[in-house]
């Protein structure tokens, strides 16, 4: 709760253009919520758990807009909450993206 504390405080949820990558500290940010936070229902690894599995194989037939609309605006009737409040659509899409192409290690963002 305390990542999203933070994130809220940083006045994120602007909106920007679909294809506008966040700043490489946001990038970081962002890859730190999805582990820790969607972890919580997805997975220690995103495996999956009381969510689905987000691994590339698992969304390799997914659409990117599909996933990135259900990570903004949650999916009524199921326990995934909307994120709206803490990112904008763009960061949406960008995790979207992230997330089909295999979550890159924390450690490949710090170079």
């Known amino acids: 709760m305390l990542v999203l ?8 949820a602007s909106s920007a253009l679909a294809d506008e990558q966040p ?10 919520v999805v582990r820790q936070e969607c972890g919580a ?13 987000l691994t590339r194989q698992a969304l390799a037939d997914r659409p990117i807009d599909s ?7 949650g999916r009524p009737g199921t326990p995934m ?6 990112l904008s659509a763009a960061e949406a899409q960008w995790i979207a993206n992230q997330l089909a192409l295999g979550l ?5 963002l710090t170079r």
């Open 104 to 108: 890159p290690a924390e450690k490949e």
């Open 23 to 32: 700043a490489p500290q946001r990038q970081k940010e962002l890859l730190r």
């Open 81 to 86: 909450p909307p994120w709206r409040a803490f």
């Open 41 to 53: 229902c997805h997975g220690l690894h995103l495996g999956g758990g009381l969510g689905p599995a």
């Open 5 to 12: 504390a933070a994130l809220a405080s940083l006045g994120h």
């Open 67 to 73: 996933m990135a609309a259900a990570i903004f605006g």
